[in-house]
């Protein structure tokens, strides 16, 4: 695996089940049956995202199935209201879809799905054709990677560069990075602790540091 930023094309999945405008509702619940997914984009000529069809847009179809739609706020759910009457992916659709592009980093992934509050996104590139799709469940891959693997990022990209940092040591355990050593200038502290988060894969940082005049003094 990459060094860190883990983008979006490192976790994303490549092989997508999509649909077209025209399929009819009962096929879009069949292949989300299928294929044990929750949202499936809606694609265009050569393979253009132009929504996404999930199952709170399906949901409407059976919410108003008893109700007399005259009960509800009709302006407010108007949307919800012509989704109940759809026959087809065009035309329950949410548009214009949220997408990402498959070298944004997986915390802005995650970011956009904090914010829109959705479980997926379609991956595109620069003209919006489908090259993958990406979960919450891909973006929590990058807290599998090994604990070596993480240490030895640390102390290639985060300590081997600060020459008064190298001496230390970064033990990994569970994602649970510990910096332990001497350091010169504590006051660095701080710094190493934000660029040890910002490696993919860390849980949590402790810091286990004394300075060198005071590692010099007790020898």
Known sequence: MPDSPYKVSDVMTHTVVAIGRDAPFKEVVELMQQWKVSSLPVLEGEGR?????????????????????TRYEVLRRL????????????????????????????????????????????????????????????????FLRPDEEIADEIRRTVLAPISVAAALSSDVTGGVVTLRGPLRDTALVPV??????AVEGVIDIRIDINSAQESGTSS
């Open 49 to 69: 995202v132009v929504g996404v069809v999930s199952e709170a847009d399906l949901l409407p179809k059976e919410e108003f199935r008893d109700d007399d739609p």
């Open 79 to 142: 949307s919800d209201l012509a989704k109940a009457g759809a026959v087809s992916a065009g035309e329950m659709m949410s548009t214009p879809a949220v997408t990402v592009h498959p070298d944004a980093t997986v915390a802005e992934a995650a970011r956009i799905m904090a914010q829109r509050r959705i479980k997926h996104l379609p991956v595109v590139d620069r003209s919006d054709l489908l090259q993958g799709i990406v979960s919450r469940s891909d973006l929590l891959k990058v």
């Open 192 to 197: 190493l602790a934000r660029a040890v988060r």
